[in-house]
C-alpha cells in the first residue's frame, strides 16, 4: 500500500510475466486495491505461471506507443519506428497503425533515440518491442516494457518499412551485422497500415467470449475492392470450431495505403466484405471505431473506446435511409422461396410451399414472418403478391398474442386448429387497418445467386450462396448460409418451427440471424414464448459457455441482493463477473475450479 500511495492513484497492476491485458487492473481508490490485486494475481498465474505483478502509474489521457527494434550480436541495435496502439479495450489492443498520426518527427526521434539506447543497454539480440505511455497532455512519454518477441501488430512495420522482421531474427540469430543491410541504413517509413484483430467475443452482450461452428469463412475480394495491399492471418476455416481454451483472437487484417485516409476506407470496406458466418465477432465494432469521428482525430487516447462505447456499438451503415429500411428482409424471403438452387426443376417450383386454396383467408396470405438478430426496427412481416417481382413490408407483426382457450390441449393437431382458428379471426379484424396505415411496395428482381453446395458425403454441413436483388434501383447483395435439410422440409405444418437463415451483408458490414416463419407457426411460436416467461423471476444462473469456475463469492445458505457478484468464472482467458438478478438464500451447485459444460446451473435463489 505505501508503494502504491508513494505512485499515487490511480494506479495500474500489471501482471510481470504477461501481456495482452490478461492480469490487468486499474485501481482509482485505495480500498479496492486488496480485492484488485487479488484479482490480478489470479488471472495472472493461469495466463502466466507467475503471480508476481507490479505497480506503476496510471496516465489517464495516455497514448500507447510503441518503438520495433532489432539488435544483433555486433551491439547494434536499430529502430523500426513507431506504431500506435492506443485503441484498447480492457487493456487489450484493438487496432493498431503505422507511422502514429499524432507524432511529430521530433517526438519520433526521441523516442526512437531511448528504445535504442534501452537496447543497448541490455545488450539485446532480437526483434523486440520497447512500449511507452504518453501524456497526451504534457507531451512527456514514460517507459513501460520491453516485449522480448515478435508481437501480433509486426505486419503494419513490415508494410511501412518495407523489411521483413523475422528474417532480420533469422540474421541475427546467426551472428549477422545489422549494418551490412543497406535496406536499414537508415529505415524507410512510407505510407501508413493499420491492423485490426478480429475477436469471437460479441460486443452487444459485454464482450462476451463466443464460441461454435464458423459455416463460412471468406476473406474480401482486395483487387474487386481496390485495396492494392492486403494481408490477412487467420486461425480459422469454414467448418472449424472456436473452442473456449484459447485467446478470443481469431484473425488479423492488414491494409496498407500511401496515406492513412486510404488505410481507414480501404480496411473499413474489407471488414464490411469479410464473411466469418457462425460465430459472433467484432468485425462491426471495428468499422465503427474505424469510422467514429474521433478516430479521424490524431489525439485519440487509450480512452477511445469507453469514452464513445455507446456509439461504437451502434451499426456505423445504418444512418442511410434504404440501408436502414426493412427491405434486407426481403432478400432471404425470395432466396428460400425462389432463389435456392435445390428448388430448380422441381414440379411446381413457382408455387410456394404450405399452399392452401383458401385465398379469402389471409392467415393463408402468401407471407413470410421474419425476425433478425439486427435490431427490433429490421423486424418486418414480408407480404408476397407474386413469387420475383413484388413485396409488401409491414412494421411489424400485427397478431397480438392471446393464448385463452388453448392452455391444457393434449393434442397437437387440436393446438393447431385453435391456432389456426384465432390467427385467422385476429387477422381478418386487424387486415384492412395494416393495409392502410403499413403497407409499402417495392419493386424487387431477384439476379441469378452463386451455389456453393456442402462438400460430397457430409449431409450436415451448411450450403452458401452469394445472391442478389434489385429493390427500388438499389443492388443488394449477401451471402447465404443455411441448412439444405431445413429449405427441403420447410412446411407450415410443423409448429412454431422456422427457417434459420445466416446473411451476410456487405452494406451492412456484418452478418445478420433471419427466422422465417408462417403466420401460423409465428403466432404458435409467440404462444409458447409467453407460456414459458409468464411464470416465475429469473432466479438462476446458468453457464453461458463450457467455462471453469475461478472463485465462489457466496456459500449455500447464505444472503445474496440482487446484482451481486456471486462467482467469477474464466473461458477464453478472460474473467467473467456472474451476477445474480434476484435477492435471497443462495444455493450454490458449483466449486472453485470446477469446469462446466454451457448450459449448466451454476447456482440459484431459494
Not at 392467415?363 to 429490421?378: G, K, Q, R
Request: aromatic share 6%.
Amino acid at each position: 500500500m505505501s508503494s502504491a500511495a508513494g505512485i499515487g492513484f490511480p494506479i495500474m497492476l500489471k501482471a510481470s510475466g504477461g501481456s495482452g491485458g490478461k492480469g490487468m487492473r486499474v485501481v482509482h481508490d485505495p480500498q479496492d486495491l486488496a480485492e484488485e490485486l487479488e484479482s490480478a494475481q489470479s488471472e495472472a498465474v493461469r495466463s502466466f505461471g507467475s503471480s508476481d505483478c507490479i505497480l506503476e502509474k496510471y496516465i489517464e489521457a495516455g497514448k500507447h506507443i510503441e518503438i520495433q527494434i532489432i539488435g544483433d550480436s555486433n551491439g547494434n541495435v536499430i529502430s523500426l519506428h513507431e506504431r500506435e496502439c492506443s485503441v484498447q479495450r480492457r487493456h487489450q489492443k484493438v487496432i493498431e497503425e503505422s507511422p502514429s498520426p499524432w507524432m511529430t518527427p521530433e517526438k519520433r526521434q526521441a523516442m526512437s533515440a531511448a528504445a535504442i539506447r534501452i537496447g543497448k543497454l541490455l545488450k539485446y539480440e532480437n526483434a523486440g518491442t520497447v512500449e511507452f505511455v504518453v501524456d497526451a497532455v504534457s507531451g512527456h512519454f514514460y517507459f513501460l516494457e520491453v516485449n522480448t518477441r515478435l508481437q501480433v501488430e509486426h505486419p503494419i512495420t513490415e508494410e511501412v518499412c518495407g523489411v521483413d522482421v523475422v528474417a532480420l531474427q533469422l540474421l541475427v540469430a546467426t551472428g549477422g551485422n545489422l549494418a551490412s543491410v543497406p535496406a536499414l541504413n537508415p529505415v524507410p517509413q512510407r505510407g501508413h497500415a493499420i491492423e485490426c484483430r478480429l475477436c469471437a467475443e460479441d460486443p452487444i452482450r459485454g464482450f462476451y467470449p463466443e464460441r461454435g461452428t464458423i459455416h463460412l469463412e471468406r476473406p474480401a475480394d482486395a483487387a474487386a475492392l481496390g485495396v492494392s495491399r492486403l494481408r490477412v492471418e487467420t486461425a480459422v476455416q469454414t467448418g472449424g470450431e472456436v473452442s473456449v481454451y484459447f485467446d478470443s483472437k481469431i484473425a488479423k487484417i492488414i491494409v496498407g495505403a500511401p496515406s492513412r485516409q486510404l488505410a481507414i476506407d480501404g480496411i473499413a470496406r474489407v471488414l464490411a466484405n469479410t464473411a466469418c458466418i457462425g460465430v459472433r465477432t467484432n468485425q462491426q465494432f471495428l468499422q465503427s471505431c474505424l469510422l467514429h469521428p474521433e478516430f479521424k482525430n490524431p489525439s485519440y487516447t487509450t480512452s477511445f473506446i469507453p469514452d464513445n462505447l455507446e456509439k461504437l456499438l451502434l451499426n456505423p451503415y445504418l444512418d442511410d435511409s434504404f440501408r436502414a429500411s426493412k427491405v434486407l428482409s426481403i432478400l432471404p424471403c425470395l432466396w428460400a422461396r425462389n432463389g435456392t438452387k435445390t428448388n430448380t426443376g422441381r414440379p411446381f417450383q413457382h408455387v410456394r410451399k404450405g399452399f392452401r386454396n383458401q385465398l379469402l383467408d389471409p392467415v393463408n396470405t402468401h407471407m413470410d414472418i421474419v425476425t433478425s438478430s439486427l435490431s427490433e426496427a429490421l423486424v418486418s412481416l414480408a407480404q408476397f403478391t407474386t413469387a420475383r417481382d413484388l413485396a409488401r413490408i409491414f412494421p411489424s407483426p400485427t397478431v397480438k398474442v392471446d393464448d385463452k382457450g388453448t392452455d391444457g390441449v393434449a393434442s397437437v393437431s387440436s393446438r393447431v386448429a385453435a391456432t389456426y382458428n384465432e390467427l385467422s379471426r385476429r387477422l381478418h379484424q386487424s387486415d384492412s387497418a395494416s393495409k392502410a396505415d403499413n403497407e409499402q411496395s417495392f419493386s424487387v428482381q431477384l439476379e441469378d445467386s452463386t451455389a456453393r453446395p456442402p462438400p460430397p458425403g457430409n449431409k450436415d454441413s451448411w450450403t452458401h450462396e452469394d445472391v442478389a436483388a434489385t429493390i427500388e434501383g438499389h443492388r443488394l447483395s449477401a451471402t447465404i448460409v443455411a441448412h439444405p435439410r431445413q429449405l427441403a422440409n420447410r412446411s407450415t405444418s410443423q409448429m412454431a418451427k422456422a427457417v434459420h437463415m445466416m446473411c451476410h451483408f456487405p452494406v451492412l458490414g456484418d452478418w445478420v440471424d433471419f427466422r422465417l416463419r408462417s403466420p401460423l407457426t409465428f403466432h404458435e411460436s409467440l404462444r409458447q414464448s409467453v407460456t414459458a416467461v409468464s411464470g416465475s423471476a429469473v432466479k438462476q444462473l446458468f453457464a453461458p459457455m463450457p467455462c471453469k469456475i475461478v472463485t465462489v463469492q457466496r456459500k449455500t445458505g447464505e444472503m445474496a441482493k440482487e446484482g451481486d457478484v456471486v462467482l467469477v468464472i474464466e473461458s477464453m482467458k478472460m474473467e467473467i463477473n456472474m451476477s445474480i438478478s434476484a435477492a435471497g438464500k443462495m444455493k450454490m451447485y458449483v466449486g472453485s475450479s470446477d469446469t462446466v459444460e454451457e448450459g449448466t446451473l451454476l447456482c440459484e435463489v431459494e
